[in-house]
């Protein structure tokens, strides 16, 4: 199984994705903001991997002007469907389609894991301008909260993944960016978190890309098991998700 079949997985399941995914607190944006010094109000923004426009609505509402960048035919379609006004192109970070200097904030939500950092790094240096800077965030599962933890074994045992690291994975990001480029950062640990229905929790988590590759028979014996397990844990139907947005802050030197 390649990084490139596993990113192209999510083609295949774009509405899901964008009805279940979460999304970022205001905290985050706020971060990114503190750290450029300005406001993303009127800033020129790209978008990476900007799939189904979860990050991309949230930084327009904020009044910047953003460019959706997204490689995938299924993701693509599900943007234009959520956000008919907001420009997107197809692209990926490894060649953005995007003129030098052109940018103030390249963004990467949930999406620097899919590039060639040797690549993606040079190009977004080269389209940001002096004073812009490249943010990336994950939203992580918050390593304390005991049944989250335990989810993630299960998840890792069906799938025939390695478990996660619990350790902060920012720490290994960030030290991955800096080794290769040698650039400056800043990183912050954001924590927020989301009260969903039993049936929407369970679609987030087989929206990943571990579960698109796994097939429908095998997904669907794992939902089984999970539902079972968690309405005993969450007897009113009720999940509170906890997340820990890691974010990145590179300011272009």
Not at 33 to 38: A, P, T
Not at 44 to 70: C, F, K, P, Q, S
Not at 181 to 191: D, F
Request: with cysteine; charged share 20%; proline share 7%.
């Amino acid at each position: 199984m390649t990084s490139v079949s596993r990113a192209l997985s999510f083609n295949s399941a774009a509405a899901q994705y964008a009805a279940n995914r979460p999304s970022y607190p205001p905290s985050l944006f706020d971060a990114i903001e503190e750290v450029m010094g300005r406001p993303l109000t009127g800033a020129r923004v790209a978008d990476v991997g900007a799939g189904t426009g979860i990050a991309t609505a949230l930084m327009r509402e904020r009044g910047a002007d953003v460019l959706a960048v997204e490689p995938g035919d299924g993701m693509a379609a599900q943007f234009r469907r959520a956000l008919p006004e907001a420009p997107i192109v197809r692209g990926d970070g490894n060649a953005l389609p995007l003129a030098d200097l052109s940018c103030d904030l390249v963004t990467y939500a949930q999406a620097w894991h899919w590039t060639d950092t040797s690549r993606s790094v040079p190009e977004a240096l080269r389209v940001l301008r002096p004073g812009g800077a490249l943010a990336l965030w994950w939203n992580t599962t918050a390593a304390d909260v005991p049944w989250a933890a335990a989810q993630d074994e299960r998840i890792a045992h069906w799938c025939g993944v390695a478990p996660k690291d619990r350790r902060r994975p920012d720490d290994v990001r960030a030290g991955r960016l800096a080794g290769l480029s040698g650039l400056s950062h800043t990183r912050r640990l954001l924590r927020w978190s989301r009260t969903v229905p039993l049936d929407t929790h369970l679609a987030n988590v087989t929206s990943h890309s571990a579960f698109l590759m796994l097939g429908e028979g095998r997904t669907e014996e794992f939902l089984t098991a999970e539902r079972a397990l968690l309405s005993e844990a969450f007897p009113d139907g009720m999940v509170e998700e906890t997340y820990v947005v890691d974010l990145l802050v590179v300011p272009k030197p």
